[in-house]
Each structure stands twice: as C-alpha cells, then as structure tokens.
C-alpha cells in the first residue's frame, strides 16, 4: 500500500430525488462518451456466417463481420461465436458473454468452452438453461490476434500496446473501440428471431467484468449485468500500488478529472447489476469496492429497487471464479433474466 498525496477527483455528488439523479446521469454518460474518443460512427454490421454445426453438442454458429474501423485493416474483422439451446418454442433470453484477458490472448471467445471451477464448460452451464449465448474476440485476441498495426508478427501485449498507440494518436481510446464492439454484436444478437430483447444481459469476468458494468452502463439494451473480479476504483489502485494488475486497454485519459469509477456503475440503476470479488484479488482492493457501493446504493434506491445492486467480497479469494460465485451468478440469471 503507497502512501500518495493525489490529485483532487470530483467525487459522486449524491442526489436526493429521481429527477436530479437523472439529470446528473445524462451528464456523466455525456462525459464518458466524450472521453473514450472520437470514436468512428456506429454502423449496422453484415454478418457473415462462416460455419454452423454443433461442439460439446452444443449447436453453435461462427461468424464475422466488419467494425466499420477505417484504421482497423485486419483487426476490424470482428469474429464470434453464437450458442443456441437445443429446443426452443419461443424467443428466450440472452447473454453477452465477455471474455477475460490473463495473458491469454490466443483464447479470447474460446474461453466459453473452457471448464469453469465446478468442472462444467462454461458453454455447457449457460445454454443448458436455455439461454442464447453470444461472444466475439477483443482486439488482439482469439482469431484477432495478429491482425494488428505492425502486422502478423507481433502478437500478445505488444499488439495490444500498439492498438492502444495508434488509437491515441487519432483521438481516440482501445477501451472505446472495444466497447464500440460489442455494442455491435449486441446489435447483431437483437436481430435473432431466437432472442427475446427484452431479457438480455451482459455478463464476464476480469477485463469481461469490466468491459460488463462499461457496456451496461453505455447501453439501455443491456437489462442484467454480471461481474466476476475488476470492480476497481482508479484512486484504490494507485495507492495499493497496483495499476501493474490491468493492461493498457484499462486506462481512460483524463478520466479522474470527472469522477471514478463509481460514476460508471450508477449508469446501470435500476437494471439488475451483480458484482462478486475477492478480498485478496490485488487489483480489486476492497477500500474500492466498499467505496462503489456506498455511493451506488442510494443511487438504486432512488428507484425503490435496492436489491436489484448485489455486491459481494469473498473472505481467502483472489482474482478467480469459485463455485459459490458461479452459484450466485446462475441464480442471478434466474431470478432476473
């Protein structure tokens, strides 16, 4: 734990009514916006089915299609996977899933057919409860990886790093275009005739944690959220000495001249948002966490809906999804999706 003298970062005023919430609300998701660049314009993707058959049997559809990134050359490719459930009679809910990040970059969407902790895929533990699943690749992940500014050679952090520079040199963020990403699947995924749109929820751990509460809190499309591990506020980071626990794509300029990330996660009141960390996981201190929800709480309250915010700090867990998590989280889809 350091000890620095930081710079003043305006704190979450908390309103007293609805109506000034919602005014500051409108503010604040101005701001965000604002500050994760000039991002390109949003256009409707043409997705093109690449393959459709079944995995773990599971049926499943693998698809691409462009981000509109004029700066983007192969790495504007956007690749995913669609997982449907074995028998359906009507439109059933959906779930955004957001893969992490761990160094792992040649995983990216495939981590939904890795074991979870109670030995299940995570593939197999979502649809089996009849849930659409969609997930693409992050920048520099999965079938993305070597689609990067300097070319197929460069791979892993560096690719990464080099994403994040040439972003900042037109104006713009790697979080923002990350972001921009999904609420492009997300696109996608709404005109399912499989999907009811009214139940869909986003949903990850770590960088999927965070890319989860961000994509919430920017998107209404968005009615239930998950996080597992990351919920960080940027002034309990730097003085646990931890900003080596996130990657490059983490940081937002000029962000703590605003506000911290508290700001972010009362966008997504009244919507149901759980969050579930480790009181030892070092890139989620708990004076943070404990700081999130004191000033988030109220927020949801103001709408009558204070157990519609669950934020819980596991006692002997770091940075991982343990069994009792993976229990909370499957009854939070149950009970709110």
């Known amino acids: 734990m350091t000890n620095r003298n930081l710079p003043y970062v ?7 009514t609805l109506t000034e919430w919602q005014a500051q609300r409108q503010r604040i998701r101005q701001t965000l916006l604002s500050l994760l660049g000039d991002l390109p314009p949003k256009t409707t993707p043409e997705v093109e089915l690449l393959e459709r058959g079944q995995r773990e049997g599971i049926p499943f559809e693998h698809f691409r299609f462009h981000n509109g990134d004029p700066l983007g050359g192969a790495g504007a ?12 009679d009507r439109p059933v809910p959906a779930i955004q899933y957001l893969h992490w990040h761990g160094g792992e970059y040649d995983v990216g969407k495939e981590q939904l057919w890795r074991q979870g902790s109670r030995g299940i895929l995570i593939a197999q533990e979502l649809v089996s409860r009849g849930y659409v699943v969609l997930a693409i690749d992050a920048y520099g992940f999965g079938e993305r990886a ?14 990464e ?11 713009r963020t790697l979080w923002g275009m990350m972001l921009r990403d999904e609420q492009l699947a997300l696109d996608y995924l709404l005109t399912r005739p499989e999907v009811d ?6 949903m990850g751990m770590s960088m999927g944690s965070t890319r989860a509460w961000w994509h919430m809190a920017l998107d209404e499309r968005v009615r239930c959220g998950i996080g597992i591990a990351c919920l960080t506020r940027y002034q309990d980071l730097i003085q646990a000495g931890a900003l080596v626990s996130h990657g490059i794509y983490f940081f937002v300029p000029n962000f703590l001249r605003h506000f911290d990330t508290e700001a972010v996660v009362a966008l997504c009141a009244p919507r149901p948002l759980l969050l579930l960390n480790g009181e030892h996981d070092r890139g989620t201190p708990v004076s943070g966490v ?6 988030v709480e109220p927020i949801y309250a103001l709408y009558s809906q204070p157990t519609h915010y ?6 002997n867990v770091g940075h991982e999804w343990t069994p009792a998590m993976w229990e909370e989280t499957l009854q939070w889809l149950e009970t709110h999706l």
């Open 197 to 202: 749109g009214q139940r869909v929820a986003t």
């Open 146 to 159: 070597g689609t990067g500014p300097d070319g197929p050679e460069e791979r892993g952090g560096q690719e």
């Open 10 to 16: 305006p704190p979450l005023s908390r309103p007293t």
């Open 290 to 295: 404990e700081a999130i929800n004191a000033a």
């Open 310 to 315: 669950r934020s819980l700090v596991y006692s």
């Open 161 to 171: 790093a080099s994403w994040a520079k040439l972003n900042l040199w037109y104006g």
């Open 77 to 88: 490719i956007v690749t995913g996977y669609l997982l449907l459930p074995q028998r359906q």
